[in-house]
């Protein structure tokens, strides 16, 4: 099995309810994609980042089955994608490691994950070896990023320790211990005689749901062809600019992936305190949206587009329909 987290910064200026509506959506994943299990998500205590934790059954269902599923390609990536009217995150990043049971006897209280860059695999050794002392804690787990499908942007950290307390009150408690002290501050791992390049601690709230309640059936690939829209809303002294860019870098990406533009429409001149502008492209399937997704971080017009469109953009939507 495989336990991964998912590292999401807030952009500035988010507000609360959108990042609670993203961690809503984050957190019913394992209701909807097969293969994955005890989903949940938190703002981190101590800075404007949400943590995302779950489980996949195996590596197939990992690299297969969740990233071509409607609910990652619609729901979870509104937030995610840089193209996004919607997104409302900024250089994210997973880390996840291979464990024979990642059953989760804690179901809810608070999670604390330690990613760490071990010097040598003595230091592992020696964190690992930490990790299965740790009585102060409700659950301690410890593992390296040793899962096969990595994503283009790579392993951002080698090992992973991830804790559970059921409360703040228990939490503190282990603060206040000698290891506790020692193991939150790259300093601190130094002084028990382990070496790490680096260290990062994310803690937030979880609360997994019923396992019941988890991982429906797999259903076949929807192989129907699919309409994407995008509408985005800008300044009305932007529009121009704005579908100027999406001629220029946007189109040309869509149709060099076979998805061909089938109209586009903006708001009326003085109608409206801030421009619509609506676009909608022709895609052969999720699938074929899945495998042009794969592309966009490589490809000069969509980072092109990114970069000098999406500041535009104040807001808006991005949707997948069936024509009916």
């Keep these: 099995m495989i336990r991964r987290f998912y590292v999401l910064p807030l952009m500035p200026g ?8 993203m961690i809503e959506v984050l957190g019913a994943a394992d209701r909807f994609i097969p293969g994955l299990l005890d989903s949940s998500a938190g703002v981190d205590l101590d800075s404007r980042t949400v943590l995302w934790e779950n489980t996949f059954v195996d590596e197939a269902s990992y690299s297969g089955p969740y990233m071509v599923h409607p609910y990652h390609i619609g729901a979870i990536d509104n937030y995610v994608m840089p193209d996004s009217p919607e997104c409302i995150t900024d250089n994210t990043y997973a880390t996840r490691y291979t464990t024979p049971d990642a059953t989760q006897e804690v179901r809810g ?8 860059n071990a010097s040598t695999d003595a230091d592992a050794a020696a964190i690992e070896a930490l990790a299965a002392q740790s009585q102060e804690m409700a659950a301690s787990a410890f593992g390296a990023d040793d899962v096969g499908w990595v994503s283009a942007k790579g392993r951002a950290w080698t090992h992973i320790w991830e804790q559970a307390f059921t409360d703040m009150a228990q939490l503190k408690r282990h603060l206040g211990t000698p290891n506790g002290i020692a193991c939150s501050s790259v300093e601190g791992f130094a002084s028990l005689g382990i070496s790490l390049g680096s260290l990062k601690i994310f803690t937030c709230p979880f609360e997994l749901s019923p396992v019941e309640d988890q991982s429906p059936p797999a259903t076949p690939p929807d192989t129907s062809p699919v309409l994407y829209t995008i509408t985005a809303c800008t300044a009305v002294a932007d529009a121009d600019t704005y579908v100027e860019l999406l001629e220029r870098c946007y189109d040309p990406f869509m149709v060099e992936g076979g998805c061909p533009l089938l109209n586009r429409w903006r708001t009326v001149d003085q109608g409206y305190l ?3 502008v609506h676009s909608t492209w022709q895609i052969d399937s999720l699938a074929a949206y899945c495998d042009l997704r794969a592309t966009t971080i490589a490809d000069p017009h969509w980072a092109a587009f990114v970069k000098d469109a999406m500041p535009l953009v104040q807001g808006g939507s991005r949707r997948f329909h069936h024509a009916v």
Excluded: F, M, N, S
Excluded at 109 to 116: C, D, S
């Design 14 to 21: 988010v507000p609360d309810v959108k990042a609670q509506e």
């Design 109 to 116: 209280g608070i999670r604390r994950v330690l990613l760490l």
């Design 274 to 276: 801030e421009a619509e």
